[in-house]
């Protein structure tokens, strides 16, 4: 799969989140090692700590489908910007994996790339990735 075909499922995603407190829509992009796409958006609640983002979102469908490795992830928002994931998204991605090339998509559909390794250089760690039931 190109790139531009993930960015436009990334966006695609983005239709569908859920976010009227924020009003902040992010949609998430997953391509998997078997050439499956996972897409995801994110999820608000009124307790916003209950809230959940869309990478990780598409990460727990991704581990749900036994879908264990992923070859590129990208991430759109309705910024004008390139929005990084969020701390907890980068962390959650590096219990998987450590190279992860990651497309960030602004709202007019410009792409950036950049790797999981760049926006998060030392995650905590206990486990080395790679899925199958984690540690």
């Known amino acids: 799969m190109d790139d531009r075909t993930l960015v436009e499922r990334a966006l695609a995603a983005r239709e569908g989140a859920?976010?009227?407190?924020?009003?902040?829509?992010v949609g998430a992009a997953?391509?998997?090692e078997d050439g499956?796409?996972?897409?995801?958006?994110n999820?608000?609640?009124?307790?916003l700590g209950?809230?959940?983002?869309?990478?990780?979102?598409a990460v727990a469908r991704?581990?749900?489908?036994k879908r264990w490795q992923w070859r590129k992830l990208a991430v759109a928002t309705d910024s004008p910007d390139f929005i990084p994931p969020c701390g907890a998204c980068l962390q959650v991605l590096a219990e998987f994996t450590r190279d992860l090339p990651i497309i960030l998509v602004n709202a007019r559909g410009q792409a950036h790339e950049v790797s999981l390794r760049?926006?998060?250089?030392?995650?905590?760690?206990?486990?080395?990735?790679g899925g199958e039931g984690g540690a």
Do not use: H
Not at 36 to 41: D, K, L, R, S
């Open 18 to 25: 859920y976010a009227p407190y924020s009003r902040f829509r």
């Open 30 to 32: 997953l391509l998997c």
């Open 36 to 41: 499956e796409v996972i897409e995801a958006a």
């Open 43 to 47: 999820l608000e609640n009124a307790s």
């Open 50 to 57: 209950l809230s959940v983002c869309a990478e990780r979102n």
């Open 62 to 65: 991704a581990v749900f489908t």
């Open 118 to 129: 760049e926006l998060i250089p030392l995650p905590f760690a206990t486990y080395d990735g």
